[in-house]
């Protein structure tokens, strides 16, 4: 393919992919952002193209803002997008610049700027902006008329307690049933204390002692998030958030900044891993993007790669392998020589993925660097979310033979990971039930009646709390395993009609 064809392919592809955005209401923000991971564009780049405009147009708008302006060309443009890489005539953009450019794209002019870019900025082109952002108003959702009086807007400057007694009021009203999608105010909320996080990790007074005690609270958020339910765990997340997000507004060094981005990104991929198992992917999706907003300021590899690998389950649970291996494979290209559990983790969900597209190599290649990996790394027998011990390795090999239609070579890893899962003690964990579903597609050819009994018996073994969409996705795609002449068998007939009750709202 030639570059021009090459370039009229992408951004066709950016064309679609803006139009797919903007009919899902995203916004220009949410747009430029998954403009940025997709393509690698700069700040101020993804934001023009988030916008479908050329640089032309952008220098054409950019003057007809200010008439005393002389008329600009893309050159122009070009330049402010290539900072803060270095070039003939690349300057950093001004706040003139960016208040122009800000009414180009029709948003806030703090957005065209990450953390890491802010930082490079002169002295009072920082203060100005931080200010400028002090003042902005965020829209905020319609709400039932009770509780209009106890939502304010950002703009008045007092950000922290609306939130806090709204979402706190809201987190005591988390929905009681266990399956069924979240009010749609309590994601409005919840989204709300994601754009603050967003737009406060560049605020830059916390002592060492008191940002352990934070630490800690995330390290143990992370152990929880193995046993507890999805709805209970959004609620001690968001509190820790409001607490991070309080800290954030204040001027902090450096380091205790770089220490508060890491408990952000990490409480906002746990929360994003929570929405996914309730089903909420757009949402869960936006959390991922805000994780990594708060991950690569750290410059922390190991988490900017774990926060890859994880969102990478979004995808493959829901339907876009392509993207579970984009994914996996960009949290494998940060890791780069790393042995970590990150990267292991990448290269298990980059074979399970090829595995279900059906590519037997690169299944085999992809979990072969896995084990490869995971010989390098102590095998921790921890229940941390962001660990990843042996057991956890064999459920994505489980997984990956079941889709190759090699369920002998599955059987004794299955029952290897059964044995491991069953020495933890403490707790449900959903890994054994995905494990025996695993299995029960396995059978499903060999023996559907088996297939279908087993399917059935390990979901009424799950905890209501636990019985996600994810699982339910998982029992679904047993039926569908099924050769077409047993699925009008009573064991499939009785298990089709179970999903449907458990999936009823």
């Not at 002592?207 to 152990?223: C, H, P, T, Y």
Request: negative net charge; hydrophobic residues 40%; proline residues 6%.
């Amino acid at each position: 393919m030639s570059t021009a064809q090459g370039q009229g392919s992408d951004k066709a592809a950016r064309t679609t992919l803006r139009h797919k955005l903007m009919n899902q209401g995203m916004t220009v923000d949410d747009i430029a952002a998954e403009f940025r991971s997709r393509w690698g564009f700069g700040t101020l780049a993804s934001y023009r193209h988030a916008c479908g405009l050329s640089q032309g147009e952008v220098a054409a708008r950019y003057s007809a803002a200010d008439e005393s302006l002389p008329a600009s060309d893309y050159t122009a443009i070009s330049k402010l997008e290539r900072w803060p890489m270095p070039g003939p005539g690349v300057k950093p953009p001004t706040i003139y610049n960016l208040v122009l450019l800000a009414q180009v794209y029709n948003v806030e002019p703090h957005r065209l700027l990450t953390a890491t870019e802010l930082d490079q900025l002169p002295a009072r082109d920082r203060i100005v902006l931080t200010a400028m952002r002090a003042q902005t108003t965020e829209p905020v959702a319609a709400l039932p008329p009770a509780r209009q009086d106890v939502v304010r807007s950002i703009g008045d400057g007092d950000l922290l307690p609306p939130l806090e007694h709204d979402i706190r009021h809201l987190l005591r009203q988390l929905p009681g049933q266990d399956l069924g999608p979240l009010p749609p105010h309590l994601l409005e909320s919840i989204d709300r204390v994601r754009r603050s996080t967003d737009d406060l990790l560049a605020a830059g007074t916390v002592n060492g002692s008191r940002m352990e005690l934070i630490e800690d609270a995330v390290e143990q958020l992370r152990r929880d998030h193995i046993h507890h339910a999805p709805n209970k765990m959004l609620a001690a997340l968001l509190t820790e958030f409001l607490g991070v997000v309080d800290l954030t507004k204040k001027n902090q060094t450096a380091h205790i900044r770089l220490r508060l981005a890491g408990a952000a990104a990490q409480l906002a991929t746990l929360t994003a891993d929570s929405l996914m198992k309730l089903g909420e992917t757009h949402d869960s999706h936006r959390w991922y993007r805000t994780a990594r907003l708060a991950g690569d300021d750290t410059h922390d590899v190991a988490l900017r790669a774990q926060i890859r690998a994880q969102e990478a389950m979004l995808p493959y649970y829901y339907g876009d392998l392509p993207r579970t291996i984009r994914l996996a494979q960009e949290a494998q290209g940060i890791a780069g020589d790393l042995a970590c559990a990150a990267a292991c983790l990448a290269a298990a969900a980059e074979g399970r993925a090829w595995a279900r597209l059906g590519d037997h190599d690169q299944a085999e290649q992809a979990m072969g660097r896995a084990q490869d990996i995971f010989s390098q790394i102590p095998d921790p027998d921890s229940t941390d979310a962001f660990t990843f011990p042996e057991r956890r390795l064999l459920l994505y090999l489980s997984g990956a033979l079941t889709y190759l239609g090699e369920p002998d070579r599955a059987e004794p890893i299955q029952d290897r990971a059964l044995q491991l899962y069953s020495r933890q003690g403490a707790g449900f964990t959903l890994d054994p039930t995905l494990i025996q579903l695993d299995r029960a597609a396995g059978l499903a050819t060999s023996d559907a009646i088996a297939a279908c009994e087993l399917t059935q018996e390990t979901l009424e073994a799950v905890p209501a709390g636990h019985r996600t969409q994810i699982v339910l996705t998982r029992g679904t795609d047993v039926l569908s395993a099924l050769p077409r002449n047993a699925r009008a068998l009573p064991a499939a007939a009785d298990l089709r009609e179970m999903l449907a009750l458990t999936a009823a709202p």
